[in-house]
């Protein structure tokens, strides 16, 4: 008889998300490792006498999941920030901040996010409609892309912008027509003047949004995510206004060093177009530092470009409705080529957002010069969003060994697409947005990941079924597939959420698949995803979640 396993798995479907996608009746658990993966026969060997025995009866049993792209430290403790996620119009957004300032006169600053570009015209949201509501103390609201701060004029003023105040490169503070004024809306390296003189969320209170994100990601099954948004405490300057998440390596440090982690983090720290290559010390020195096994820090995390919604992505062909105007870079070409190389050579991971297609060209030729000044390596520099592609450039993913971080959440279309994208890319450009299938076909590893809060609700299920249908929950018209060539299979999806999001962040060893030898980071859903409509995947109740064989989430009735 074997030793003993602490935990075993029976009368169930196993899908490993091995090599061979292999499938299995039951598992073994023992010292947070896997240690047992076949039949129910072969099972009975590591069952003893104080052995858990958990009967699946036909359940599925899965890898945990991997969101490979999410803004843990930005969770919602709604407590101290203000949600304006789901809301449709600036009424219920003004609402919302006069309920929230109501339950919350204490607050110095009020800090939120979710905003819709798409409610707004082209210029962006207004400081009076938040002064109508708030003028004793700053108002600063991330847009739910993330990319744009809508600002009340007490924020204004505490950063000292006026109307001779000029944009800084790569960054637009819109102005009010009618007075020359700072309207309110500040986009990319706009938003740094408002949010880096605004006081940064303590570690404490950073701590307590991990605790949020990381109850909810076991609620859906997630056992590892990547924060790609890191600062160093002391950061300054182009920060894409995230100034006030300046504490959250620290938060992440803490928590793991305390044993308070319930899921593996993984990260990439915000390198600055400013700093240049002078910053590739420290961001080496400080991934050297963070190496806990729940907390490491693997290289930098790179903006090449806005996003489309802001008019701050980077386009080969002008803006539909703007045509004198393609965006822009947020580096010189031959300084990200530079920066890219150093990072390379001290064999630091790149984590890339590129949003447009000459965003997405500029980080490939930057990633090739890397390649040819340092030589060919296993390097998993990794390019997110893809939102506008080139279809000249597809191959060159492949070519370059680049991992594709897509977010399938967004692979639709419906109010979005129809009102914003088809407006600012124009039908046909629009029609091809989000390759994903397209990727794939070329040999280029998919990590699936969600860039919440970005997405919320953001539970992998959703993403995989999205993925695999590219249309809404309930759509019916074969004309609201976004791009059906680019569809990908149920198989194809799971491993983008699994061992594809471990392969990213250089842990497949320890996860991502079930087999003998890795952490059990385990999900139990209650259904065989592959028995069920794939308009029902997202329906699906993940029932309980293992990290490191420890139960991290379980359903009341399972």
């Given at each position: 008889?074997?030793?003993?396993?602490?935990?075993?798995?029976?009368?169930?479907?196993?899908?490993?998300?091995?090599?061979?996608?292999?499938?299995?009746?039951?598992?073994?658990?023992?010292?947070?490792?896997?240690?047992?993966?076949?039949?129910?026969?072969?099972?009975?060997?590591?069952?003893?006498?104080?052995?858990?025995?958990?009967?699946?009866?036909?359940?599925?049993?899965?890898?945990?999941?991997?969101?490979?792209?999410?803004?843990?430290?930005?969770?919602?403790?709604?407590?101290?920030?203000l949600s304006l996620h789901g809301l449709e119009s600036l009424e219920e957004y003004q609402t919302a901040l006069k309920d929230f300032r109501a339950q919350h006169s204490e607050l110095e600053v009020i800090y939120g996010s979710g905003w819709d570009n798409k409610v707004f015209p082209p210029s962006g949201p207004r400081k009076e409609d938040l002064d109508t509501i708030v003028t004793d103390c700053p108002v600063s609201l991330h847009s739910n892309d993330g990319h744009s701060i809508w600002a009340n004029t007490r924020a204004i003023e505490r950063a000292g912008v006026t109307r001779d105040t000029p944009s800084p490169e790569g960054g637009a503070i819109e102005i009010d027509a009618q007075t020359g004024e700072p309207g309110g809306t500040?986009?990319?390296?706009?938003?740094?003047?408002?949010?880096?003189?605004?006081?940064?969320?303590?570690?404490?209170?950073?701590?307590?949004?991990i605790r949020i994100f990381a109850a909810e990601a076991a609620r859906v099954g997630i056992t590892t995510v990547h924060d790609p948004m890191l600062l160093f405490p002391d950061a300054d300057g182009l920060l894409l206004g995230f100034g006030p998440m300046r504490n959250n390596m620290l938060a992440y440090a803490q928590m793991a060093n305390k044993g308070e982690l319930t899921l593996r983090v993984r990260g990439t720290i915000l390198a600055e177009p400013a700093a240049g290559v002078t910053q590739v010390p420290r961001l080496a020195q400080a991934c050297a530092e963070h190496q806990h096994p729940h907390f490491q820090i693997a290289g930098a995390k790179v903006f090449v470009d806005g996003v489309v919604e802001g008019v701050t992505a980077y386009l080969l062909d002008p803006y539909a409705h703007r045509p004198d105007f393609r965006g822009w870079p947020l580096w010189e070409p031959r300084a990200l080529e530079v920066v890219f190389a150093a990072l390379d050579r001290k064999q630091l991971q790149i984590h890339i957002h590129a949003t447009g297609d000459a965003g997405v060209r500029m980080a490939l030729d930057a990633l090739a010069y890397a390649r040819q000044q340092n030589g060919q390596r296993d390097s998993?520099?990794?390019?997110?969003?893809?939102h506008v592609v080139d279809a000249a450039d597809i191959e060159r993913f492949g070519q370059l060994d680049v991992v594709g971080v897509p977010q399938p959440f967004w692979h639709v279309k419906g109010e979005y697409f129809h009102e914003l994208e088809v407006k600012y890319l124009g039908r046909e450009r629009a029609e091809k947005e989000y390759p994903m299938k397209s990727l794939l076909d070329v040999g280029v590893t998919?990590?699936?990941?969600?860039?919440?809060?970005?997405?919320?609700?953001?539970p992998p299920l959703l993403g995989i079924q999205l993925g695999v249908t590219r249309c809404e929950p309930g759509e019916t018209d074969p004309n609201e597939v976004l791009g059906p060539g680019e569809r990908m299979t149920l198989e194809d999806m799971l491993a983008a959420f699994t061992i594809n999001g471990a392969y990213a962040n250089f842990i497949e060893d320890k996860t991502g698949s079930i087999e003998v030898g890795k952490d059990a980071d385990l999900v139990v859903?209650?259904?065989?995803?592959?028995?069920?409509?794939?308009?029902?995947?997202?329906?699906?109740k993940v029932l309980m979640t293992l990290f490191e064989g420890r139960v991290v989430y379980r359903d009341s009735k399972f």
């Open positions: 008889m074997k030793k003993p396993a602490d935990l075993v798995f029976r009368n169930g479907v196993v899908y490993t998300a091995d090599p061979h996608r292999s499938r299995a009746q039951a598992v073994a658990v023992s010292g947070g490792k896997i240690i047992f993966v076949g039949s129910n026969s072969g099972i009975t060997e590591y069952i003893g006498p104080d052995t858990e025995i958990l009967d699946l009866n036909s359940k599925m049993l899965l890898p945990g999941f991997i969101d490979s792209h999410a803004h843990a430290s930005g969770a919602f403790d709604e407590k101290k920030m500040f986009r990319e390296n706009a938003a740094d003047l408002i949010q880096n003189v605004l006081p940064p969320y303590t570690v404490e209170q950073l701590m307590d949004n998993r520099h990794l390019i997110t969003h893809l998919l990590a699936a990941a969600s860039d919440y809060p970005v997405q919320i609700p953001s859903l209650e259904k065989d995803l592959f028995k069920q409509p794939v308009t029902e995947i997202a329906d699906t």
